[in-house]
C-alpha cells in the first residue's frame, strides 16, 4: 500500500469516526477499557499519530496500528470500510 493510499485509509477512517460521533481519546496502553465505545475513541484518537508516522517513514507501524483499527471496526460495528 502507498503512501497516498494509507492517508486515504485514514482519511476514510477518520469520516467513519465523525459520522458515528466517535469522539477522540487517547487511553493509556495498559489501561483495561470497560466499554466497547471506548476503543472506538481511542481508534479515532490514532488516526493523528498515524499520520505522524507515516510522515516519518515508520510504515511498519502504521500497517500495525491500520491492522489494530480494522479489527476494531470488525469486532465493534462489523463494518471495517
Known amino acids: 500500500m502507498t503512501r497516498e493510499k494509507v492517508k ?14 466517535v ?7 495498559e489501561k483495561i477499557l470497560d466499554s466497547p465505545g ?3 475513541e ?9 499520520e505522524e508516522f507515516l510522515e516519518q ?3 511498519d507501524k502504521v500497517y500495525r496500528w491500520l491492522g489494530f483499527i480494522q479489527g476494531v471496526l470488525w ?7
Open 8 to 21: 486515504q485509509v485514514i482519511a476514510r477512517y477518520r469520516g467513519k469516526f465523525e459520522k458515528l460521533g
Open 57 to 59: 517513514g515508520r510504515m
Open 75 to 81: 469486532a465493534e460495528i462489523c463494518d471495517p470500510v
Open 23 to 29: 469522539v477522540k481519546a487517547n487511553y493509556p496502553h
Open 38 to 40: 471506548h476503543a472506538l
Open 42 to 50: 481511542h481508534c479515532h484518537g490514532m488516526l493523528e499519530e498515524m
